[in-house]
């Protein structure tokens, strides 16, 4: 049985950094493609970044160039480093592995002064 666990929330004020982690058990993430998504109060659940199995990572246009998509295959771990972040990623962070179709319990990101 495949399950994922984050962790790394955190309350913090703008413009600064969380590293978030989602370890992975059962299986083996190596092959997989990954990906973190957030839903914060009153909006959808929505991509923050994706990342193959080959390591090539995309991300939406709101944390471009202030989050970073890794993956230790190692310690079975998939990570999203933020930095300068916004009031406006404050959110439950999740990660999935979509072709599984499983998802994590979220980890809360507060971002507020």
């Known amino acids: 049985q495949v399950q994922l666990v984050e962790s790394g929330g955190d309350l913090v004020q703008p413009g600064g950094s969380l590293r978030l982690s989602c370890a992975v058990s059962?299986?083996?993430?190596?092959?997989?493609?990954m990906g973190w998504y957030r839903q914060a109060p009153g909006k959808q659940r929505e991509l923050v970044a994706t990342?193959?199995?080959?390591?090539?990572?995309n991300y939406d246009d709101s944390v471009k160039d202030r989050f970073t998509i890794s993956r230790d295959g190692a310690k079975n771990t998939l990570y999203l480093q933020m930095i300068n972040l916004k009031p406006e990623d404050t959110a439950v962070y999740y990660c999935?592995?979509?072709?599984?179709?499983?998802w994590g319990q979220g980890t809360q990101v507060t971002v507020s002064s």
């Open positions: 999935t592995i979509p072709p599984l179709g499983i």
């Open positions: 990342i193959t199995g080959s390591g090539s990572a």
């Open positions: 059962g299986r083996s993430l190596s092959s997989f493609n």
